[in-house]
T-cell receptor, first 111, second 115 residues
Framework: SQKIEQNSEALNIQEGKTATLTCNYT??????LQWYRQDPGRGPVFLLL?????KEKRKERLKVTFDTTLKQSLFHITASQPADSATYLC??????????FGAGTTVTVRA | EAGVTQFPSHSVIEKGQTVTLRCDPI?????LYWYRRVMGKEIKFLLH????????ESGMPNNRFLAERTGGTYSTLKVQPAELEDSGVYFC?????????????FGPGTRLTVL
């Protein structure tokens, strides 16, 4: 069966360091992969999308890589800030609209 | 511009009762989605509307769940009768189009507790 795994439930990091989150998948051939941020009591908020034929995407302090051979995406937050503390979700889709989410990784950035 | 709104924010009901959740999408968004997250699990797709039509309801768990979208505007998700395993957070999302580059905007969710 299809499986999406995010490397750990929680990640604690010092302000200014780079946070690296992993999303691995099995029995899946996604056309594209998205990363979302979710704050407590709120719905997911879209951050970045990367297509299967793209290796890397950047947006401000965020960077996403997508390796379809390894079946893995890495999500980096550089120069992390306390305001980056949240749960980050990866979501895959093999068609246009139906998203399959990982369980999420909760990042805490210490000042 | 108002985002996706959901009502109620919380609902506590007893097993066997009926609950109706409401979602108001962003104005002009033809595509509306329902997802849910049950305790300890990941967010899962339930169904997709295009205007008032159900495009894909492959994620609906069973026939105790009924979703409607009157006139292609707001949507309701009714659970009747509710069971303990229905507890979780129900999210609604909307998008302008249904292709991959159309961002899905999520509401804050309705937390449903079935006792």
């Amino acid at each position: 069966s299809q499986k999406i795994e995010q490397n750990s439930e929680a990640l604690n990091i010092q302000e200014g360091k780079t946070a690296t989150l992993t999303c691995n998948y099995t029995n899946y051939s996604p056309a594209y992969l998205q990363w979302y941020r979710q704050d407590p009591g709120r719905g997911p908020v879209f951050l970045l999308l990367i297509r299967e034929n793209e290796k890397e995407k950047r947006k401000e302090r965020l960077k996403v890589t997508f390796d379809t051979t390894l079946k893995q995406s890495l999500f980096h937050i550089t120069a992390s800030q306390p305001a980056d503390s949240a749960t980050y979700l990866c979501a895959l889709s093999s068609n246009d609209y139906k998203l399959s989410f990982g369980a999420g990784t909760t990042v805490t950035v210490r000042a | 511009e108002a985002g996706v709104t959901q009502f109620p924010s919380h609902s506590v009901i007893e097993k066997g009762q009926t609950v109706t959740l409401r979602c108001d999408p962003i104005s002009g968004h033809d595509n509306l989605y329902w997802y849910r997250r049950v305790m300890g699990k990941e967010i899962k797709f339930l169904l997709h509307f295009v205007k008032e039509s159900k495009q894909d309801e492959s994620g609906m768990p069973n026939n105790r769940f009924l979703a409607e979208r009157t006139g292609g505007t707001y949507s309701t998700l009714k659970v009747q009768p509710a069971e303990l395993e229905d507890s979780g957070v129900y999210f609604c999302a909307s998008s302008l189009g249904q292709t991959y580059y159309n961002e899905q905007f999520f509401g804050p969710g309705t937390r449903l507790t079935v006792l």
